[in-house]
């Protein structure tokens, strides 16, 4: 257990951009890498209208499911794989990264760990963007652990250059946004 | 239950003064709120669309989550840690020393890791397109900077003290002044975007930003002290800020905690 009480969060603004993004951000490998995908979506508010003042942020094992240690992630060598990324969302609410499929240990299923930030919203959101069609996906234990009709707004899809993910902030579909033991939330 | 007004008619600062009361009131009698900020907190009119409605939902960390990204010399210059040199003259401003410490929230450092910062002008403007506010902007001014944290997890930026800034939240809304943070811990789950504010705004009451938060204790770890050891001669003020990350997940080696 912890001893001392967390630092708040607080929302990250409309004016990050010219703070957090940065050129080549969202691409943890170079498109024409052999093994790239695209893991991109829309994020949506509780209207269903897209959220153009968003930031994603993703991370992620390497394919053989190796946790990477590199540095490197603000200036790409185009080489070195760090396994994040950060992406802000367009004028229509899309963010859309480069990347590689994650791995994962023996048995389990493998998923991209994201993060959502957008003026508006307080505090960061914490989900999983998981890889589809995987084995292990049946036996995950947080997706076992969710009723059956929200489990698919953590599983990506997949389109013709990889996956898909959107993000609902709000209502019809509202994505599972998670929380950790020992993260400052008092409530149970 | 708390009534949202249209965008098209701004509330006054009354209105929502009074809705902030009601939150905190609500909080004091023990039926909401918690450490962090409240993610539906219709005060913060941005928030209204934008807040899940479901609980989050309680999970332990897999191995990726108990791990966090690795930042290093070749991702940040020392000179971004200094806002005051980015262009060739002076900022106008007051000049401000603004350090501390990153720590877990069983006081291990954080050491190594990416801290960036981004802010107004001391105007309280913006270099964003979005920032119609009409105060100047500071050709010499840009307001982004970012550093990599010591081994025993300190910090230190050089910059120049943010103005307040009106936003359209309600009529005649003003933020304090505040400088964003962006913090990594060793943890994915450690993540923070927060902001720092200055001792004794005077903003503070009015601001749904701020009063999301409704522990006054937990509000006011966001507040930095003013630090006289932290001044430079005839040069620049000093504000320290300690920033305590949510406890870490891994299982610490004897001779890394």
Known sequence: ????????????????????????????????????????????????????????????????GRIVQAPGSLHRDGWTFTGWGRAATDAAGRYSFTTVLPGAAEGDAPFF?????????????????????????HDDALLTSLPEDRRGTLIASSDASGLV???????????????????????? | MLIVTQASELSTQAEVSDEIAAASKAYE??????????????????????HPTKDLHHTDPETIERWAPCFGPQDV??????LTIQHSGEPIGERITVAGRVVDGDGRPVAHQLVEIWQANAGGRYIHKRDQHPAPLDPNFTGAGRLITAADGSYSFQTIKPGPYPWKNHRNAWRPAHIHFSLFGT???????????????????????????TD???????VATYD????????????????????????????EA
């Open chain 1, 113 to 137: 760990a994201v993060t959502v930030f957008a003026r508006g919203l307080l505090d960061r959101l914490f989900s999983r963007a998981y890889v589809p069609e995987h084995p292990a996906l």
């Open chain 2, 228 to 255: 006289h050891d932290l001044t430079t001669p005839e040069w620049s003020t000093g504000y320290r800020w300690d920033i305590v990350l949510t406890g870490s997940h891994r299982t610490w080696l004897e001779d």
């Open chain 2, 77 to 82: 210059s020392p000179l971004e840690a200094d």
């Open chain 1, 165 to 188: 993910f959107d993000i609902r902030l709000q209502g019809e579909g509202e994505t599972v946004f998670l929380t950790f033991p020992d993260n400052g939330r008092l409530q149970a």
């Open chain 2, 187 to 213: 943890d994915f789950t450690q993540r923070l975007v927060t902001q720092m504010y200055f001792p004794g705004d005077p903003l503070f009451a009015l601001d749904p930003i701020y009063q999301s938060i």
């Open chain 2, 29 to 50: 009698a023990g039926d909401r709120g918690d450490a962090q900020p409240l993610l539906d907190y219709p005060p913060y009119r941005s928030s209204v669309l934008r």
């Open chain 1, 1 to 64: 257990m912890s001893t001392l009480m967390p630092t708040p969060g607080q929302t990250v603004g409309p004016f990050f951009h010219y703070g957090l993004p940065y050129e080549g951000g969202a691409e943890l490998v170079p498109a024409g890498h052999p093994d790239a995908i695209r893991l991109h979506g829309t994020v949506l508010d509780g209207a269903g209208d897209p959220v153009p003042d968003s930031l994603i942020e993703i991370w992620q094992a390497d394919p053989e």
């Open chain 2, 216 to 222: 006054a204790d937990a509000r006011a770890r966001l």
